[in-house]
């Protein structure tokens, strides 16, 4: 059984930064892809970012590059995504994923383990 946690949300003001951490048990995390989604009310999940199993390549959505910034520490079996310069359009409910098959990629569908969500409130 495979469990993500995410944790790190709030209300953050625009300009602000927040840090989100995703703890993953369960199984060989050093192994998976993982990837940051976010959901926001009455929309589809869209992609934020992703990361190979190594770090190794790094992938983000045109409307974060630049302000967020993700990475892994698999010693300690956690993906982080460092947010910066909010706007209130990131207001969202974020989730981290992974995946053991789909490298980078940005298709929700690609990702088998879901965390519960944290959410991420930017204040105008």
């Known amino acids: 059984q495979v469990q993500l946690v995410e944790s790190g949300g709030g209300l953050v003001q625009a300009g602000g930064s927040l840090r989100l951490s995703c703890a993953a048990s369960?199984?060989?995390?050093?192994?998976?892809?993982m990837g940051w989604f976010r959901q926001a009310p009455v929309e589809e999940r869209e992609f934020v970012a992703a990361?190979?199993?190594?770090?190794?390549?790094?992938y983000y959505a045109d409307s974060v590059k630049g302000r967020f910034t993700i990475s892994r520490d698999n010693a300690k079996n956690t993906v982080y995504l460092q947010m910066n310069n909010l706007k209130p359009e990131d207001t969202a409910d974020y989730y981290c994923?992974?995946?053991?098959?789909?490298?980078?990629?940005?298709?929700?569908?690609?990702?088998?383990?879901w965390g519960q969500g944290t959410q991420v409130t930017v204040s105008s």
């Open positions: 369960g199984r060989f995390f050093s192994r998976d892809d």
């Open positions: 994923a992974a995946t053991p098959n789909y490298s980078g990629s940005s298709n929700r569908y690609d990702y088998k383990y």
């Open positions: 990361i190979t199993w190594n770090g190794g390549r790094i």
